[in-house]
Protein backbone atom coordinates (compact mmCIF):
# COMPACT_ATOMS: atom_id res chain seq x y z
CA UNK A 1 0.00 0.00 0.00
CA UNK A 2 1.51 3.29 -1.24
CA UNK A 3 1.26 6.24 1.74
CA UNK A 4 0.13 9.66 0.39
CA UNK A 5 3.08 11.95 1.04
CA UNK A 6 2.08 15.76 2.63
CA UNK A 7 5.05 18.29 3.01
CA UNK A 8 3.74 21.18 4.46
CA UNK A 9 5.07 24.68 4.67
CA UNK A 10 5.63 24.50 8.74
CA UNK A 11 6.03 28.05 9.37
CA UNK A 12 3.04 30.01 7.41
CA UNK A 13 0.74 26.56 9.53
CA UNK A 14 2.47 27.22 12.81
CA UNK A 15 1.67 31.18 12.91
CA UNK A 16 -2.30 30.65 11.92
CA UNK A 17 -2.17 27.60 14.72
CA UNK A 18 -0.20 29.52 17.18
CA UNK A 19 -3.03 32.91 16.20
CA UNK A 20 -5.81 31.00 17.36
CA UNK A 21 -4.04 29.51 20.69
CA UNK A 22 -3.37 33.55 21.56
CA UNK A 23 -7.13 34.58 20.49
CA UNK A 24 -8.48 31.70 22.57
CA UNK A 25 -10.23 29.75 19.82
CA UNK A 26 -11.13 26.56 20.12
CA UNK A 27 -12.80 25.31 16.86
CA UNK A 28 -11.91 26.25 13.86
CA UNK A 29 -12.79 24.80 9.57
CA UNK A 30 -10.88 26.01 6.43
CA UNK A 31 -9.24 24.58 3.69
CA UNK A 32 -6.03 23.82 2.61
CA UNK A 33 -4.31 25.53 0.02
CA UNK A 34 -1.12 23.71 -2.10
CA UNK A 35 -0.37 21.90 -4.74
CA UNK A 36 -0.96 18.08 -5.96
CA UNK A 37 2.32 16.61 -6.82
CA UNK A 38 3.45 13.25 -8.47
CA UNK A 39 4.18 10.58 -6.86
CA UNK A 40 1.33 10.61 -4.39
CA UNK A 41 2.31 13.47 -2.82
CA UNK A 42 1.08 16.57 -1.89
CA UNK A 43 2.44 20.17 -0.75
CA UNK A 44 0.78 22.15 1.70
CA UNK A 45 1.27 26.06 1.78
CA UNK A 46 -1.25 27.64 3.59
CA UNK A 47 -4.27 27.22 5.90
CA UNK A 48 -7.66 29.48 4.85
CA UNK A 49 -10.07 29.73 7.46
CA UNK A 50 -13.99 29.56 6.29
CA UNK A 51 -15.79 32.39 6.99
CA UNK A 52 -18.92 32.47 9.18
CA UNK A 53 -22.29 32.74 7.47
CA UNK A 54 -23.82 34.73 10.31
CA UNK A 55 -24.74 37.57 7.35
CA UNK A 56 -26.92 35.67 5.23
CA UNK A 57 -25.32 32.95 3.50
CA UNK A 58 -25.63 28.97 4.44
CA UNK A 59 -29.09 27.73 6.31
CA UNK A 60 -31.51 30.08 7.90
CA UNK A 61 -31.76 30.46 11.10
CA UNK A 62 -28.95 28.15 11.93
CA UNK A 63 -28.39 28.75 16.02
CA UNK A 64 -25.32 29.64 16.25
CA UNK A 65 -24.38 31.32 13.25
CA UNK A 66 -20.90 32.46 13.10
CA UNK A 67 -18.38 31.82 15.94
CA UNK A 68 -17.61 35.46 16.26
CA UNK A 69 -21.10 36.34 17.89
CA UNK A 70 -20.56 34.79 21.48
CA UNK A 71 -18.67 32.80 24.37
CA UNK A 72 -19.17 28.84 23.46
CA UNK A 73 -20.99 28.86 20.54
CA UNK A 74 -21.40 26.42 17.81
CA UNK A 75 -20.74 27.10 14.24
CA UNK A 76 -22.13 26.30 11.34
CA UNK A 77 -20.65 26.38 8.13
CA UNK A 78 -17.40 27.89 8.89
CA UNK A 79 -15.80 30.40 11.02
CA UNK A 80 -14.80 30.45 14.73
CA UNK A 81 -15.39 29.34 18.36
CA UNK A 82 -13.78 30.82 21.68
CA UNK A 83 -13.11 29.55 24.90
CA UNK A 84 -15.29 29.75 27.32
CA UNK A 85 -14.34 27.36 30.31
CA UNK A 86 -16.53 24.08 30.20
CA UNK A 87 -19.15 25.98 27.94
CA UNK A 88 -16.75 25.81 25.06
CA UNK A 89 -15.95 22.48 25.75
CA UNK A 90 -19.57 20.96 25.88
CA UNK A 91 -20.61 22.58 22.32
CA UNK A 92 -20.44 21.16 19.62
CA UNK A 93 -19.63 22.99 16.19
CA UNK A 94 -22.40 22.79 13.25
CA UNK A 95 -20.74 22.22 9.89
CA UNK A 96 -22.81 23.48 6.60
CA UNK A 97 -21.04 21.59 3.99
CA UNK A 98 -22.82 23.71 1.44
CA UNK A 99 -21.34 26.95 2.74
CA UNK A 100 -18.05 25.35 2.95
CA UNK A 101 -18.52 24.23 -0.51
CA UNK A 102 -19.06 27.47 -1.64
CA UNK A 103 -16.23 28.82 0.51
CA UNK A 104 -13.86 26.52 -1.85
CA UNK A 105 -15.70 27.17 -5.32
CA UNK A 106 -14.95 30.71 -4.69
CA UNK A 107 -11.18 30.37 -3.39
CA UNK A 108 -11.32 27.98 -6.69
CA UNK A 109 -11.45 30.73 -8.98
CA UNK A 110 -9.57 33.32 -7.26
CA UNK A 111 -6.88 31.21 -6.84
CA UNK A 112 -3.70 31.00 -9.93
CA UNK A 113 -3.02 28.42 -12.07
CA UNK A 114 -0.87 25.58 -10.10
CA UNK A 115 -2.24 26.43 -6.65
CA UNK A 116 -5.72 24.34 -5.48
CA UNK A 117 -7.91 23.64 -2.64
CA UNK A 118 -6.64 19.90 -1.41
CA UNK A 119 -9.07 19.06 0.87
CA UNK A 120 -10.40 20.25 4.63
CA UNK A 121 -8.62 21.28 7.92
CA UNK A 122 -10.57 21.25 11.59
CA UNK A 123 -8.54 22.80 14.57
CA UNK A 124 -10.16 21.54 17.45
CA UNK A 125 -9.90 18.87 20.32
CA UNK A 126 -9.75 15.35 19.49
CA UNK A 127 -13.69 14.79 20.98
CA UNK A 128 -15.02 16.90 18.88
CA UNK A 129 -12.90 16.20 15.93
CA UNK A 130 -14.57 12.67 16.04
CA UNK A 131 -17.68 13.84 16.71
CA UNK A 132 -17.91 15.69 13.59
CA UNK A 133 -16.85 12.31 10.87
CA UNK A 134 -19.56 11.65 9.24
CA UNK A 135 -19.91 15.82 8.61
CA UNK A 136 -16.72 16.13 7.68
CA UNK A 137 -16.97 13.51 4.95
CA UNK A 138 -19.91 15.00 3.51
CA UNK A 139 -17.65 18.43 4.07
CA UNK A 140 -14.96 16.81 1.51
CA UNK A 141 -17.50 15.69 -0.99
CA UNK A 142 -18.92 18.90 -1.00
CA UNK A 143 -16.06 20.49 -1.65
CA UNK A 144 -14.77 18.38 -4.67
CA UNK A 145 -18.23 19.20 -6.00
CA UNK A 146 -17.56 22.38 -6.05
CA UNK A 147 -13.91 21.77 -7.40
CA UNK A 148 -15.78 20.14 -10.06
CA UNK A 149 -17.98 22.92 -10.74
CA UNK A 150 -15.22 24.98 -11.90
CA UNK A 151 -14.48 22.26 -14.56
CA UNK A 152 -16.85 23.24 -16.63
CA UNK A 153 -14.16 23.84 -20.09
CA UNK A 154 -12.42 20.95 -21.05
CA UNK A 155 -9.47 22.93 -21.35
CA UNK A 156 -9.26 25.00 -18.20
CA UNK A 157 -6.80 22.85 -16.53
CA UNK A 158 -9.11 23.24 -13.30
CA UNK A 159 -9.30 19.68 -11.52
CA UNK A 160 -10.05 17.63 -8.90
CA UNK A 161 -6.98 16.59 -6.73
CA UNK A 162 -6.57 12.59 -6.90
CA UNK A 163 -6.46 12.53 -3.12
CA UNK A 164 -8.35 14.39 -0.99
CA UNK A 165 -7.03 15.91 2.38
CA UNK A 166 -8.38 15.95 6.03
CA UNK A 167 -5.99 18.01 8.28
CA UNK A 168 -6.99 18.06 11.97
CA UNK A 169 -4.91 20.21 14.36
CA UNK A 170 -5.78 19.00 17.37
CA UNK A 171 -5.88 21.67 20.28
CA UNK A 172 -5.13 19.87 23.27
CA UNK A 173 -2.46 18.45 22.67
CA UNK A 174 -1.23 20.27 19.70
CA UNK A 175 -0.38 18.44 17.36
CA UNK A 176 -0.78 17.58 13.26
CA UNK A 177 -2.38 14.41 12.08
CA UNK A 178 -3.28 13.94 8.12
CA UNK A 179 -5.63 11.69 6.52
CA UNK A 180 -6.57 11.23 3.20
CA UNK A 181 -9.03 9.42 0.73
CA UNK A 182 -9.50 9.07 -3.04
CA UNK A 183 -11.60 12.20 -4.47
CA UNK A 184 -13.41 9.85 -7.34
CA UNK A 185 -12.91 12.93 -9.40
CA UNK A 186 -15.72 14.27 -7.05
CA UNK A 187 -19.02 12.27 -8.51
CA UNK A 188 -19.19 9.58 -5.93
CA UNK A 189 -19.08 9.83 -2.25
CA UNK A 190 -15.84 9.77 -0.34
CA UNK A 191 -14.91 6.72 1.19
CA UNK A 192 -11.46 5.15 2.78
CA UNK A 193 -9.99 7.39 4.13
CA UNK A 194 -6.25 6.58 5.33
CA UNK A 195 -3.71 8.13 7.44
CA UNK A 196 -1.03 10.33 5.39
CA UNK A 197 2.83 10.91 6.42
CA UNK A 198 3.23 14.32 7.11
CA UNK A 199 6.71 16.08 6.63
CA UNK A 200 7.40 19.88 6.85
CA UNK A 201 9.90 21.61 5.00
CA UNK A 202 10.68 25.23 3.24
CA UNK A 203 7.96 24.16 0.08
CA UNK A 204 7.28 27.46 -1.28
CA UNK A 205 11.36 27.79 -1.87
CA UNK A 206 10.50 25.06 -4.51
CA UNK A 207 7.96 27.05 -6.76
CA UNK A 208 8.28 29.19 -9.90
CA UNK A 209 6.42 31.55 -11.58
CA UNK A 210 5.50 32.20 -15.47
CA UNK A 211 3.04 34.84 -16.14
CA UNK A 212 1.11 35.47 -19.68
CA UNK A 213 -0.53 38.44 -20.89
CA UNK A 214 -3.45 37.42 -23.13
CA UNK A 215 -4.82 39.74 -25.58
CA UNK A 216 -8.94 39.25 -26.08
CA UNK A 217 -10.35 39.95 -28.57
CA UNK A 218 -13.58 38.47 -29.83
CA UNK A 219 -16.70 39.69 -31.50
CA UNK A 220 -19.74 37.86 -32.13
CA UNK A 221 -23.69 38.82 -32.84
CA UNK A 222 -25.92 38.90 -30.40
CA UNK A 223 -29.33 36.90 -31.80
CA UNK A 224 -32.96 37.72 -30.79
CA UNK A 225 -34.40 35.76 -27.97
CA UNK A 226 -37.53 36.20 -29.44
CA UNK A 227 -36.84 33.86 -32.57
CA UNK A 228 -36.86 30.57 -31.13
CA UNK A 229 -33.72 30.10 -30.75
CA UNK A 230 -32.14 29.34 -27.78
CA UNK A 231 -29.41 31.81 -28.01
CA UNK A 232 -28.78 34.58 -25.10
CA UNK A 233 -26.41 36.84 -24.18
CA UNK A 234 -25.11 34.14 -21.65
CA UNK A 235 -25.04 31.41 -24.27
CA UNK A 236 -22.87 33.83 -26.61
CA UNK A 237 -19.98 34.69 -24.09
CA UNK A 238 -19.62 30.85 -23.02
CA UNK A 239 -19.69 30.06 -26.72
CA UNK A 240 -17.03 32.57 -27.16
CA UNK A 241 -14.89 31.18 -24.34
CA UNK A 242 -15.30 27.76 -25.53
CA UNK A 243 -14.15 28.82 -28.72
CA UNK A 244 -11.35 30.75 -27.33
CA UNK A 245 -9.75 28.31 -25.00
CA UNK A 246 -9.87 25.79 -28.18
CA UNK A 247 -7.35 28.11 -29.69
CA UNK A 248 -5.23 28.43 -26.96
CA UNK A 249 -5.21 24.46 -26.32
CA UNK A 250 -3.29 24.53 -29.42
CA UNK A 251 -0.92 27.69 -29.01
CA UNK A 252 2.73 27.05 -29.49
CA UNK A 253 4.49 28.38 -26.12
CA UNK A 254 7.79 30.34 -26.06
CA UNK A 255 10.48 32.82 -24.33
CA UNK A 256 12.09 35.43 -25.67
CA UNK A 257 14.58 33.25 -27.07
CA UNK A 258 13.10 30.25 -28.45
CA UNK A 259 10.13 27.41 -28.20
CA UNK A 260 9.79 25.49 -25.00
CA UNK A 261 10.22 21.64 -24.84
CA UNK A 262 7.75 20.19 -22.91
CA UNK A 263 9.46 17.80 -21.42
CA UNK A 264 12.27 19.92 -19.90
CA UNK A 265 12.60 20.05 -16.03
CA UNK A 266 10.99 23.67 -14.73
CA UNK A 267 14.11 24.02 -12.69
CA UNK A 268 16.30 24.23 -15.87
CA UNK A 269 14.02 26.98 -17.36
CA UNK A 270 14.67 29.20 -14.61
CA UNK A 271 18.38 28.52 -13.52
CA UNK A 272 18.79 30.25 -17.01
CA UNK A 273 16.11 33.24 -16.95
CA UNK A 274 15.50 34.53 -13.72
CA UNK A 275 18.05 35.71 -11.40
CA UNK A 276 20.04 32.09 -11.27
CA UNK A 277 17.35 30.48 -10.25
CA UNK A 278 16.48 32.68 -7.51
CA UNK A 279 13.27 31.16 -5.51
CA UNK A 280 10.44 33.77 -6.42
CA UNK A 281 12.19 34.82 -10.11
CA UNK A 282 9.35 34.87 -12.86
CA UNK A 283 9.06 34.32 -16.53
CA UNK A 284 6.73 35.92 -19.00
CA UNK A 285 5.63 33.31 -21.46
CA UNK A 286 4.53 33.99 -25.05
CA UNK A 287 1.81 31.89 -27.13
CA UNK A 288 1.71 31.78 -30.74
CA UNK A 289 -1.78 31.51 -31.20
CA UNK A 290 -3.59 29.33 -34.52
CA UNK A 291 -5.39 31.75 -36.64
CA UNK A 292 -9.13 32.39 -36.41
CA UNK A 293 -10.89 29.20 -37.59
CA UNK A 294 -7.95 26.93 -38.72
CA UNK A 295 -8.32 24.84 -35.62
CA UNK A 296 -11.04 22.21 -36.11
CA UNK A 297 -11.73 20.29 -33.27
CA UNK A 298 -14.28 17.92 -32.23
CA UNK A 299 -14.97 20.45 -29.38
CA UNK A 300 -15.06 23.25 -31.17
CA UNK A 301 -16.75 21.43 -33.99
CA UNK A 302 -20.08 20.40 -31.50
CA UNK A 303 -19.82 23.94 -30.06
CA UNK A 304 -21.09 25.06 -33.52
CA UNK A 305 -23.90 22.26 -33.92
CA UNK A 306 -25.66 23.28 -30.78
CA UNK A 307 -28.52 25.68 -31.12
CA UNK A 308 -26.76 27.65 -28.21
CA UNK A 309 -24.00 28.68 -30.75
CA UNK A 310 -23.90 30.09 -34.56
CA UNK A 311 -23.05 27.03 -36.70
CA UNK A 312 -22.70 27.20 -40.24
CA UNK A 313 -25.50 25.60 -40.94
CA UNK A 314 -27.19 27.29 -38.91
CA UNK A 315 -27.27 30.79 -40.59
CA UNK A 316 -28.04 34.04 -38.82
CA UNK A 317 -30.68 36.52 -40.78
CA UNK A 318 -29.78 40.25 -40.81
CA UNK A 319 -33.37 40.78 -38.74
CA UNK A 320 -32.23 38.56 -35.73
CA UNK A 321 -29.23 40.26 -35.24
CA UNK A 322 -30.13 42.67 -32.64
CA UNK A 323 -26.57 43.59 -31.99
CA UNK A 324 -22.84 42.60 -31.67
CA UNK A 325 -20.81 41.25 -28.89
CA UNK A 326 -17.38 43.19 -28.40
CA UNK A 327 -15.02 41.62 -26.01
CA UNK A 328 -11.75 43.30 -26.15
CA UNK A 329 -9.10 43.41 -23.10
CA UNK A 330 -6.22 41.94 -21.63
CA UNK A 331 -6.00 38.85 -19.10
CA UNK A 332 -3.02 38.46 -16.72
CA UNK A 333 -2.05 34.59 -16.80
CA UNK A 334 0.14 33.44 -13.70
CA UNK A 335 0.77 29.87 -12.49
CA UNK A 336 3.15 27.98 -10.43
CA UNK A 337 5.07 25.00 -10.82
CA UNK A 338 7.81 22.61 -8.39
CA UNK A 339 11.55 22.69 -9.97
CA UNK A 340 11.39 19.56 -10.78
CA UNK A 341 8.10 18.82 -12.30
CA UNK A 342 7.98 19.22 -16.44
CA UNK A 343 7.09 22.21 -18.15
CA UNK A 344 4.01 20.69 -19.79
CA UNK A 345 2.40 20.94 -16.32
CA UNK A 346 3.36 24.73 -15.96
CA UNK A 347 1.92 25.69 -19.14
CA UNK A 348 -0.93 23.65 -18.92
CA UNK A 349 -1.87 25.69 -15.31
CA UNK A 350 -0.69 29.04 -17.39
CA UNK A 351 -3.53 28.32 -20.18
CA UNK A 352 -6.04 27.25 -17.62
CA UNK A 353 -5.61 30.14 -15.06
CA UNK A 354 -6.20 32.75 -18.65
CA UNK A 355 -9.32 30.84 -19.34
CA UNK A 356 -10.75 30.64 -15.98
CA UNK A 357 -9.33 34.23 -15.55
CA UNK A 358 -11.26 35.43 -18.67
CA UNK A 359 -14.56 33.44 -17.95
CA UNK A 360 -14.68 34.88 -13.94
CA UNK A 361 -14.54 38.62 -15.82
CA UNK A 362 -16.85 37.86 -18.15
CA UNK A 363 -19.28 36.64 -15.38
CA UNK A 364 -19.08 39.79 -13.61
CA UNK A 365 -19.72 41.69 -16.79
CA UNK A 366 -22.52 39.42 -17.33
CA UNK A 367 -23.72 40.20 -14.01
CA UNK A 368 -23.25 44.01 -14.57
CA UNK A 369 -25.13 43.99 -17.72
CA UNK A 370 -27.90 42.59 -16.00
CA UNK A 371 -28.21 44.47 -13.39
CA UNK A 372 -27.94 47.40 -15.31
CA UNK A 373 -30.81 46.59 -17.62
CA UNK A 374 -32.99 46.01 -15.17
CA UNK A 375 -32.85 49.11 -13.31
CA UNK A 376 -33.14 50.94 -16.58
CA UNK A 377 -36.53 49.17 -17.85
CA UNK A 378 -37.54 50.02 -14.39
CA UNK A 379 -37.17 53.58 -14.98
CA UNK A 380 -38.32 53.37 -18.71
CA UNK A 381 -41.05 51.17 -18.41
CA UNK A 382 -41.60 48.17 -20.88
CA UNK A 383 -40.75 48.85 -24.67
CA UNK A 384 -43.24 49.93 -27.11
CA UNK A 385 -44.32 47.34 -29.81
CA UNK A 386 -43.02 49.16 -33.08
CA UNK A 387 -45.68 49.17 -36.20
CA UNK A 388 -43.35 51.06 -38.46
CA UNK A 389 -41.49 47.70 -38.89
CA UNK A 390 -37.91 48.90 -37.02
CA UNK A 391 -36.92 46.01 -34.55
CA UNK A 392 -37.75 47.05 -30.82
CA UNK A 393 -35.06 45.40 -29.05
CA UNK A 394 -32.81 47.42 -31.26
CA UNK A 395 -34.12 50.26 -28.92
CA UNK A 396 -33.46 48.28 -25.27
CA UNK A 397 -31.29 49.67 -22.98
CA UNK A 398 -28.01 48.28 -23.25
CA UNK A 399 -24.22 47.99 -22.05
CA UNK A 400 -21.13 49.18 -23.14
CA UNK A 401 -19.80 45.87 -24.17
CA UNK A 402 -22.61 45.86 -26.65
CA UNK A 403 -22.56 46.85 -30.45
CA UNK A 404 -25.77 47.51 -32.05
CA UNK A 405 -26.19 46.41 -35.70
CA UNK A 406 -25.38 49.90 -36.97
CA UNK A 407 -22.49 50.68 -35.04
CA UNK A 408 -21.05 47.51 -36.05
CA UNK A 409 -21.29 47.80 -39.83
Known amino acids: MVVHSVVAQGELLDRH ?19 SAEGNRSHLYVLVPTPSNEDGGGKEGGEGNGGSSGPGVGVAGGGKGRH ?3 QAAASLPILDSDWIGEHARQVCRLLPGGIQVLGVYVFGTEPVFKSLAAALNSTLYAVCQAILS ?10 VPDDMLLLHVCSSPKKYSCKSCPSGSGTTPLVGMKPCEMKFGNVLGSLRCCSNRYKVDIRMPLISEKLGRRYSLRSAIDAAISKESVRLHYAISAVDDGLLVDDALVGTLFDTKADGGAPYGRVEVLF ?28 VKE ?36 IRSLRTRLDVLYDEIEREQTEENEVSGPVETSTSGENPEARKPRHALLLSADENG
Open 288 to 315: LLPPIGSVHTETSDSCESTDSTLGPENS
Open 84 to 86: DGK
Open 150 to 159: ECNDSFSNTK
Open 319 to 354: DEVIGMIAIRGTVQGVAYAHVREPVRRLIADLKGDV
Open 17 to 35: VDSLFRQGVYFEVGLLIGR
